[in-house]
Nanobody, 127 residues
């Protein structure tokens, strides 16, 4: 059984930085495509970043966070991290990590493509 647990959320002023981490338990971690999504109140879940598994090179972030957010995975520790810099008020949301067994490139931005989800961690950007 695969389980994901996020950590590192909190409150930070505009312009600040925050790092999120997601621990994944279960087998075959390196084969999963891993992604971060976020959901603000009253809005749909939104793609943030993805790193493909199984040696594939797919790695990118959403345009809204490009140049500010960086995603990385550690196949030895079974973790996936999201480093967020230059945070803005509109980055405020619950952030979720997700894992998918067979996520094709064209589906990587879709929440429905992922099989497993963490419970989420709140990120609030406010002065």
């Amino acid at each position: 059984q695969v389980q994901l647990v996020e950590s590192g959320g909190g409150m930070v002023p505009p312009g600040g930085s925050l790092g999120l981490s997601c621990k994944v338990t279960g087998s075959a971690f390196n084969t999963y495509t891993l992604a971060w999504f976020r959901q603000a109140p009253g809005k749909e879940r939104e793609f943030v970043a993805v790193v493909a598994g199984s040696g594939r090179s797919d790695r990118y972030v959403a345009d809204s966070v490009k140049g500010r957010f960086t995603m990385s995975r550690d196949n030895r520790k079974n973790t996936v991290d999201l480093q967020m810099n230059s945070l803005r008020a509109d980055d405020t949301a619950v952030y979720y990590c997700a894992a998918g067994r067979r996520v094709i490139s064209s589906s990587q931005r879709r929440p429905s493509a992922y099989d497993y989800w963490g419970p989420g961690t709140q990120v609030t950007v406010s002065s």
